[in-house]
T-cell receptor, first 114, second 119 residues
Framework: DVKVTQSSRYLVKRTGEKVFLECVQD?????MFWYRQDPGLGLRLIYF???????EKGDIPEGYSVSREKKERFSLILESASTNQTSMYLC?????????????FGPGTRLTVT | AQKITQTQPGMFVQEKEAVTLDCTYD???????LFWYKQPSSGEMIFLIY??????QNATEGRYSLNFQKARKSANLVISASQLGDSAMYFC????????????????FGKGTKLTVNP
């Protein structure tokens, strides 16, 4: 079974702090994604990566950065957390290929910025 | 840009009855894929079913089936014989392949429908 883990289920940070959210997968998938989920807005893509050290902006990258130094690990960084970044953050992975279509999600991190 | 629309913020169904969750999509790509995910209150996203644009038959997975009407650009999820454990958020999503990034892809999600199954 594919396993996608996220470093924390719940996180509380103060405004202005630097926040790291980590995602680790054990299935050697090329693609990794960070989504943000807010009530009434569904899931929105922040950043994704299709290879080590490669990253692409998603639909809402402002205020975020990412790092992928190893294939299995994809980190989301909030350089200076703000209250409007309070949200649920979901990591997902999938392999590249014609038959690979399902994205596998981690359990999510519920971040509160006070 | 691709777009997914789920017009039902909330739905209610009696246990053991069938329910249909609506999803319409918009894309100019001739080849695309549509997904349904379930998110219980615990937060994890659970893949339910997939339909490819060239698939001749509607996808089915146990109690889940996808009513795919290509001309109408709709991909409704049908849950038969609802169970209390089906109470959750349901998301429709579309796959967008990014050929310029080595076959990478992303999912575009709708806003979701909250299903409540009543005993």
């Amino acid at each position: 079974d594919v396993k996608v883990t996220q470093s924390s289920r719940y996180l509380v940070k103060r405004t202005g702090e630097k926040v790291f959210l980590e995602c680790v997968q054990d299935m050697d998938h090329e693609n990794m994604f960070w989504y943000r989920q807010d009530p009434g807005l569904g899931l929105r893509l922040i950043y994704f990566s299709y290879d080590v050290k490669m990253k692409e902006k998603g639909d809402i990258p402002e205020g975020y950065s990412v790092s992928r130094e190893k294939k299995e690990r994809f980190s989301l960084i909030l350089e200076s957390a703000s209250t409007n970044q309070t949200s649920m953050y979901l990591c997902a992975t999938c392999p590249i290929g014609q038959d690979a279509y399902e994205q596998y999600f981690g359990p999510g991190t519920r971040l509160t910025v006070t | 840009a691709q777009k997914i629309t789920q017009t039902q913020p909330g739905m209610f169904v009696q246990e053991k009855e069938a329910v249909t969750l609506d999803c319409t999509y918009d894309t100019s790509d001739p080849s695309y894929g549509l997904f349904w995910y379930k998110q219980p209150s615990s937060g994890e996203m659970i893949f339910l079913i997939y339909q490819g644009s060239y698939d001749q038959q509607n996808a089915t997975e146990g109690r889940y089936s996808l009513n795919f009407q290509k001309a109408r650009k709709s991909a409704n999820l049908v849950i038969s014989a609802s169970q209390l454990g089906d109470s959750a958020m349901y998301f429709c999503a579309m796959r967008e392949v990014l050929s310029t990034q080595g076959g990478s892809e992303k999912l575009v999600f709708g806003k979701g429908t909250k299903l409540t199954v009543n005993p």
